[in-house]
């Protein structure tokens, strides 16, 4: 199997390579670059977020656009799954939330996100390609700059006081991973699936775990009136939002089995200074928790796209 992906950096060329991975040049601002992606690929997995600024045009995403006009150009992928976020929800007031509620996207990158979904979504039905969503909470991973909390503690980033606070969602890096791969094989048409793990923990109650596993002082509560005064208009449009999603499509269709069940377990691996081996799309996967082989022939290609590259 060969993987290959896109990116728009000739200086991650030479890492790209070392890390088995065939790289592209191309760049999803400019539709003309991304003419090679057609037919290359029989599956592609596309993770890079909508441009900051929409434009005119605020609540389109056109690099998904882009993206799916250059793989209609010749034959099509078999599969194609993108990686979107659970703000296309909105605010759920705390309530628990499964794939089929509606979207109520709050928020200008959410909306773009709605507009990504969409175009996947067509690009499956008009063109026969196995089309997936995974809805994706906040990311966490302990061997990357600001992964944790662990910088928001020691600037003493205010939280809300539990009667204002919110419910927030949770995935680790390495699971996260596997679940990509995971719905590259079983995704089922047209399907979307949360890709979060099983915390319930309030936004504040998040980050004094954190803090005790760390030893560091917890952080001071506010009043939400307060951390207005206080935080920038994008920490607060988090706090804005509270649901607690629901994952059994990822257990029981996507059959992974999560790593790191609780940001308890992940954040107290990396408390403990654990040397486990980190898992990224794209450069190898443990064995234990989950094969590529085990899913597809050496022959096929797998293309992504990934916020970074």
């Not at 609540?59 to 793989?71: E, G, K, M, P, V």
């Not at 980033?157 to 990509?180: F, K, S």
């Not at 208009?233 to 804005?240: A, D, E, H, K, T």
């Amino acid at each position: 199997m060969q993987l290959v992906a896109l990116t728009s950096s000739a200086d991650r060329v030479g890492g790209l390579r070392a890390a088995g991975i065939r790289p592209l040049l191309g760049n999803l601002d400019d539709a003309a670059t991304l003419r090679r992606l057609a037919g290359i690929a029989t599956r592609v997995l596309h993770l890079a977020p909508p441009a900051r600024d929409g434009g005119a045009a605020w609540w389109r995403d056109q690099r998904t656009t882009a993206l799916a006009r250059a793989l209609r150009l010749r034959s099509v992928p078999s599969t194609i799954v993108y990686g979107s976020t659970s703000g296309v929800y909105g605010n759920c007031e705390g309530a628990h939330v499964s794939e089929t509620r509606a979207v109520r996207p709050d928020t200008p990158r959410a909306h773009r996100r709605v507009d990504a979904e969409r175009a996947v979504r067509w690009l499956g039905r008009s063109a026969g390609v196995r089309a997936s969503i995974l809805r994706i909470p906040g990311i966490y991973a302990p061997d990357r700059e600001n992964g944790t909390p662990r910088a928001r503690l020691e600037r003493g980033t205010p939280v809300l006081r539990r009667e204002d606070d919110v419910y927030t969602n949770h995935i680790h890096a390495d699971d996260l991973a596997r679940a990509c791969v995971a719905a590259l094989f079983r995704g089922k048409p047209q399907r979307i699936v949360h890709a979060s793990d099983d915390t319930e923990l309030r936004m504040g109650d998040y980050i004094d775990l954190a803090a005790d596993l760390y030893g560091m002082p917890r952080p001071p509560r506010v009043a939400r009136g307060e951390a207005e005064r206080q935080l920038s208009v994008q920490l607060l449009s988090f706090m804005g939002e509270s649901r607690l999603l629901d994952n059994t499509r990822l257990k029981r269709e996507l059959r992974v089995r999560l790593a790191y069940p609780t940001v308890h377990t992940g954040l107290q691996e990396a408390a403990c200074g654990s040397d486990r081996q980190s898992v990224v799309p794209g450069a190898g996967i443990e064995p234990a928790h989950l094969s590529v082989g085990d899913f597809e022939s050496p022959a096929s290609t797998n293309f992504t796209t990934r916020a970074g590259f």
